[in-house]
């Protein structure tokens, strides 16, 4: 049982997520209602995964993601919000949230979202998903409008290979290993192995980080 930590300024949708998550087997140790409520209740509380709001009264859920890894860096962290602008997005998962999605996800994709985390994968609307791909390919087209990772990839790790520019280039497509592995007709476990050499590279293990990090550098 995933003990949750409730962060936001409307308490219609508090009290909905707790029932929702309630009913499917999950503990909330807590409801806050901006950050510093939210840091009060983790002085005193364990708490496995928060769910965090973006735009609060008083403290704010970029600033609470920054002290909760600073304090508590051993509680992951979804932020569910209705806005998914530039600054916000790459502020959060650069500031350690492991998770984004928007408030109209519906209950499945929350409850998926925080079983997925917990067994440690970042998870991302595709709305998010979307938008981070445009900001690496810094442009504000759609992402399969043809351009390309490769300078910017350059930057960051020099010794990294023309094929594994090639497979960066396809991730910020969006695609999947599978669909990678059809592209370039190589396998797939082939594609795992260049995307897991791509991360040693950079230093970054994290898809979503590294298309942050490729757009800031």
Request: hydrophobic share 40%.
């Amino acid at each position: 049982m995933y003990k949750i930590l409730l962060v936001d300024d409307e308490n219609l949708l508090l009290d909905s997520l707790e029932i929702i998550l309630s009913l499917n087997g999950m503990e909330i140790v807590g409801k806050a209602n901006d950050g510093y409520e939210a840091l009060d209740i983790l002085a005193d509380t364990q708490c496995d995964i928060a769910l965090v709001d973006i735009n609060m009264k008083g403290m704010g859920g970029i600033e609470l993601i920054g002290h909760m890894k600073e304090k508590h860096k051993d509680v992951k962290i979804l932020v569910l919000t209705t806005f998914y602008d530039d600054d916000n997005i790459t502020n959060a998962i650069t500031g350690g949230a492991d998770g984004y999605l928007l408030k109209d996800s519906g209950k499945d994709t929350i409850l998926g979202a925080v079983n997925q985390i917990m067994g440690g994968v970042t998870v991302l609307d595709q709305k998010v998903m979307i938008r981070l791909t445009q900001l690496m390919s810094g442009a504000k087209v759609a992402p399969d409008s043809g351009s390309s990772s490769s300078s910017t990839l350059e930057n960051l790790a020099q010794d990294i290979t023309e094929r594994e520019k090639e497979i960066c280039s396809l991730l910020v497509e969006g695609l999947t290993n599978k669909q990678i592995a059809q592209r370039l007709y190589i396998s797939e476990g082939t594609v795992k192995n260049y995307i897991s050499n791509i991360y040693d590279k950079t230093g970054i293990h994290d898809r979503v980080k590294l298309i942050v990090a490729l757009k800031d550098s």
